[in-house]
């Protein structure tokens, strides 16, 4: 471009060495351009011609549709090699976003891809992959496997029952026991499920109940003392060791079965690269 380069090299004598060309060559076709667009876009009254502020809106202008021919470009040829523009990871909330952060970087060595990471609650989270709104999603194994999606188990997270140190129901003998449990809030995420019904996972009928709309707020419900519930032992541990929660009874760990899950149908090379990836990370953080 013409005009960025007498911007950058601060005159038509620099620009046109830069370029290659005659001085008067690029001098005839600033003044071509300005005739075409009934504008002027430098001031010559000085000794140095510098851009008007139409010269300057329009040298932005410019910029930016070079930028993007650019970008055009090598999305096309992200494209053509088979590799998505963007890609969508899902995730259920009890898993921790921080622990698939290492894809970012990892991805970002091999191809241009961007990475959308996606957090959904319960059904939402097998809804966003039928209805592809995410192209993989990890998520505890579901009841039912969802018709033309692919299943790969990743491992197993422990969850425990945790309240406040204060909380009344670790004065219980047997606080784990649904009479008991019945008769103290329970704190849940809100399913994100926006057509299929809602689910609820350790709530019972009748039980009080506060909902939130993600982990980080269940956590700090529970740290303030609102009630009861189930976490993953990844997001409550660090809670636990400073005191602000407590384990619920005796026996309070179950666990979860983990899976990476994506549609059969539409497969391209990041989101290829992406479950062996996954499948691997997740060994690692196993150990």
Not at 221 to 231: H, N, V
Request: proline share 5%.
């Amino acid at each position: 471009m013409v005009l960025d380069a007498i911007d950058r090299r601060g005159s038509f004598a620099a620009a046109s060495e830069e370029l290659g060309r005659a001085p008067s060559s690029l001098s005839y076709q600033v003044q071509k351009l300005e005739q075409d667009l009934d504008l002027v876009i430098f001031d010559r009254s000085g000794h140095k011609a510098v851009f008007t502020k139409a010269g300057k809106l329009l040298l932005e202008r410019g910029r930016l549709l070079l930028t993007a021919a650019d970008e055009m470009i090598s999305d096309a040829s992200a494209l053509a090699h088979g590799w998505e523009l963007e890609l969508t990871i899902a995730y259920d909330g009890v898993i921790k976003v921080d622990t698939l952060f290492p894809i970012v970087e990892a991805l970002a060595e091999r191809s241009k891809t961007k990475i959308r990471f996606r957090e959904e609650i319960l059904a939402g989270a097998w809804e966003a992959l039928a209805q592809d709104r995410a192209d993989l999603l990890i998520s505890p194994n579901p009841s039912v496997a969802p018709h033309d999606v692919k299943i790969q188990p990743l491992g197993k997270m422990d969850a425990v029952w945790v309240a406040h140190p204060d909380h009344p129901i670790h004065k219980h003998d047997n606080p784990l026991d649904p009479a008991v449990r019945k008769q103290y809030r329970g704190i849940a995420v809100a399913d994100t499920a926006r057509h299929l019904p809602p689910l609820t996972h350790n709530i019972l009928d009748d039980q009080p109940l506060l909902t939130v709309t993600s982990m980080h707020d269940k956590l700090q419900a529970l740290k303030a003392g609102l009630g009861i519930a189930t976490m993953t032992y990844s997001y409550a541990q660090e809670a636990i060791d400073k005191g602000e929660l407590m384990v619920i009874g005796d026996n309070p760990v179950f666990e979860l079965d983990i899976v990476l899950a994506w549609n059969r149908s539409r497969m391209g090379k990041a989101k290829s690269w992406c479950i062996q990836y996954i499948e691997s990370m997740w060994k690692k953080q196993q150990h």
